[in-house]
């Protein structure tokens, strides 16, 4: 039962504009969210995270929106840039006392043109 | 600060040998992690510790184990190599508790033949 996921593969964009990568989620008691870019050859990097006590974390060209009621949140990269080009994963901890543990969605691959 | 480090990068075996990834951190991490992913996959935890001298099974454990006898060293084997477990491999740390963000390493892409 996949538990995070990131219904598309892959998403291309033009530079400057905006660039929405979407994650939803099944279980209800996931209350803390994070998003990971990851280039080629290299290791998934930490890039912003939301509490699930917000609906908005800001940070920079990086917004991530929470929607709570639909289990749904968003990424939102403005204006994009062709170095935002990489795999996003979208993660959550596990609840309870295994909240060291994250699962992850299967990613999407973010192209932007130049 | 090296942060998270994996030996080796790349490696080749045939089907039926064993090999070790090493896995090293220097954040004094409490918590270490194995993970695999595969094409249209995501990222799977194999096995994880919480500490020196623990381990535990992820979600894809099986053909794999684990050694965690130092703080900073996570060790990942294969005793006996299976093309399914061709993949790239990432260990990654972290301080442990709620949302705490997971410190990866660069990956060890291995293909079994």
């Known amino acids: 039962d996949q538990q995070v996921k990131q219904n598309s593969p892959s998403l291309s964009v033009q530079e400057g504009r905006i660039s929405i990568l979407n994650c939803d989620y099944t279980?209800?008691?996931?209350?803390?969210f994070l998003w990971y870019k990851k280039y080629p050859a290299e290791g998934p990097t930490f890039l912003i995270s939301?509490?699930?006590?917000?609906d908005k974390n800001e940070d920079g060209r990086f917004t991530v929106f929470l929607n709570k009621s639909a289990k749904h949140l968003s990424l939102h990269i403005v204006p994009s840039q062709p170095g935002d080009s990489a795999v996003y994963f979208c993660a959550a901890p596990n609840s309870g006392g295994s909240n060291y543990k994250l699962t992850f969605g299967k990613g999407t691959l973010l192209t932007v043109n130049p | 600060n090296a942060g998270v480090t994996q030996t080796p990068k790349f490696r080749v075996l045939k089907t039926g040998q064993s090999m070790t990834l090493l896995c090293a951190q220097d954040?004094?991490?409490?918590?270490m992690y194995w993970y695999r992913q595969d094409p249209g996959m995501g990222l799977r935890l194999i096995h994880y510790s919480v500490g020196e001298g623990t381990t535990a099974k992820g979600e894809v454990p099986d053909g794999y184990n684990v050694s965690r006898l130092k703080k900073q060293n996570f060790l990942l084997g294969l005793e006996s190599a299976a093309p399914s477990q061709t993949s790239v491999y990432f260990c990654?740390?972290?301080?442990?508790?709620?949302?705490?963000?997971?410190?990866f390493g660069p990956g060890t892409r291995l293909t079994v033949l």
């Open positions: 954040m004094n991490h409490e918590y």
């Open positions: 279980n209800s008691m996931f209350d803390y």
């Open positions: 990654a740390s972290s301080y442990g508790g709620r949302g705490n963000e997971q410190f």
């Open positions: 939301i509490s699930s006590i917000k």
